[in-house]
């Protein structure tokens, strides 16, 4: 028999967790749930910060070291990497705004975050001490923080994400510059790595579904305590911050994009989501936009009209880098976990967000559930526990789905873009092909990214 998909198991994770943990406050045995079912989440949550500093250092080595021709191509590749950074730049400031005005946070009872902060926080005040002191050390103590003084300390502690991003930058860069018969073994090292880390990642998403029942089961005891009707104040909160992801998605999709490609090429922009679309269903269907590219890399060249020249270089470069969906979720998340755990955001912390989310879309691995882990990175940086995931997790496949599409489509538009003004468009191309269209034809890419 053919095995369930992934998405479908941890739903059915979830849905028996929530029961369980209903079941367990009805019927008085929450404190086994605590005891028995809870370390198993805790275990996953583990798994899931484990492979974080790997992950990052890896992914982004590889990534930087593959950009050996970005001095040929320095021209098209200075336009497409800021591009890229002022979308993501943006997408985060839209989920920013859009958070801070529904507040999904605010859905749970004051009492309730003061509970789950002391009940999550065991570190809390710890944290929030270095926090302070960062803040008596003056405006440019992040800076001075972002630069380690010693590597294998930065890989000792997630909270120093920022530290190891900054490294991984300056070991990429200074490979490229190397010369390549010295570089390349090492180039091959990273290659490997990347996959066997990639595994990992599968790996452990494996195990979501049981992660995802037990975190659940607990958190709904440790939310509810004696009191069923405060379960319901976690789901209404839930409900509303998937809500204000989805909002931010659909604002780029429906409001961003249109108005890029009206403004700055000759496609119609019902032209270019019609050639995009089976793509963005590709998206949907994997969460990973590494395993959508080749369908993206076809459609943009062969429906859009954009020149092979230009589509290779942005596109592969796009879905390691660019994650405008993933920058939007960043910033939704990590306010949202915040707020529930009763912490006060400053500006100066909303500011951090801006910058650590964006270094963290940019590190994502393009495969289902990056992004979550990364914003272990986020959480750290503005002093939230780490814990927070516990609350989204549930929730999160299915805005992967969405954030994916908004991935991938952020790529092709900015292909697109930089096809346009280098005059490597092929206009009229997208009417024609599109009125042939045969039925969508995906070729998923199941067999390289088996998660799902
Ligand atoms: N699944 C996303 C992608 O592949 C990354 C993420 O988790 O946000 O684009």
């Known amino acids: 028999m053919k095995s369930l998909a992934l998405h479908w198991k941890i739903l059915i994770g979830m849905a028996l967790g929530v029961i369980l943990g209903l079941a367990g406050v009805v019927g008085g045995f929450g404190a086994f ?4 079912i809870k370390p198993f989440g805790i275990i996953f949550i583990n798994l899931l910060k484990l492979i974080a500093v790997p992950l990052i250092l890896v992914s982004l080595i590889d990534g930087i070291s593959n950009l ?64 302070n002191s960062v803040e008596d050390s003056g405006p440019l103590q992040i800076l001075v923080d972002i630069v380690p003084d010693n590597i294998f300390g930065a890989f000792t502690s997630n909270v120093n ?13 200074a490979m490229v510059m190397t ?45 509810a305590g004696d009191d069923p009707a405060s379960a319901i104040d976690l789901f209404k909160a839930l409900g509303v911050y998937s809500l204000t992801v989805l909002l931010g ?17 000759s496609i119609k922009y019902r032209n270019f989501f ?41 596109l592969p470069l796009g879905a390691t880098i660019n994650m405008d969906g993933t920058s939007i979720h960043q910033a939704v998340s ?11 955001l400053t ?57 994916t599409i908004v991935n991938v489509t952020g790529d092709a538009t900015v292909a697109t873009l930089v096809a346009s003004t280098e005059g490597e468009l092929r206009t009229g191309l997208d009417e024609e092909r599109i009125t042939k269209e045969e039925k969508l034809e995906v070729q998923p890419r199941d067999k390289e990214y088996p998660i799902d």
């Open 274 to 314: 019609k050639g995009i679309f089976p793509a963005q269903m590709l998206a949907f269907s994997t969460s990973s936009s590494a395993a959508t590219l080749p369908v993206t890399m076809d459609r943009v060249e062969n429906h859009l009209g954009v020149s092979e020249e230009v589509s290779s270089f942005v």
């Open 68 to 131: 050996t021709d970005l001095s040929k191509l320095s021209r098209i590749g200075g336009k497409t990497i800021g591009f890229y950074i002022f979308s993501t730049v943006l997408a985060i400031s839209i989920g920013l705004f859009l958070v801070n005005l529904v507040e999904p946070g605010s859905f749970l009872p004051e009492e309730k975050r003061e509970e789950l902060r002391s009940k999550y926080a065991s570190e809390a005040n710890l944290k929030m001490e270095t926090a």
């Open 33 to 36: 749930i605590q005891d028995w």
């Open 249 to 265: 998605l659909a604002i780029m999709i429906f409001i961003f994009y249109p108005t890029v490609i009206t403004a700055f090429t």
């Open 347 to 403: 500006m100066a912390d909303q500011l951090t967000i801006v910058l650590t989310a964006t270094l963290a879309s940019i590190g994502a691995a393009a495969v289902p559930s990056a992004g979550l882990i990364m914003l272990v990175i986020v959480l750290g940086a503005i002093g939230v526990e780490p814990e927070g995931l516990a609350l989204i997790i549930a929730v999160d496949r299915p805005i992967d789905m969405c954030r």
């Open 161 to 173: 994400m920022l530290q190891v991003i900054f490294f991984a930058f300056m070991f990429g860069i």
């Open 179 to 223: 010369p390549q018969a010295k570089a390349l073994p090492v180039k091959k090292f990273f290659d490997g790595a990347n996959s066997i880390i990639l595994k990992i990642v599968e790996l452990v998403m494996l195990t979501a579904p049981i992660g995802v029942f037990a975190l659940l089961a607990g958190l709904i005891v440790d939310v």
């Open 334 to 344: 990590a306010v949202f976990i915040a707020q529930a755990f009763a912490h006060d």
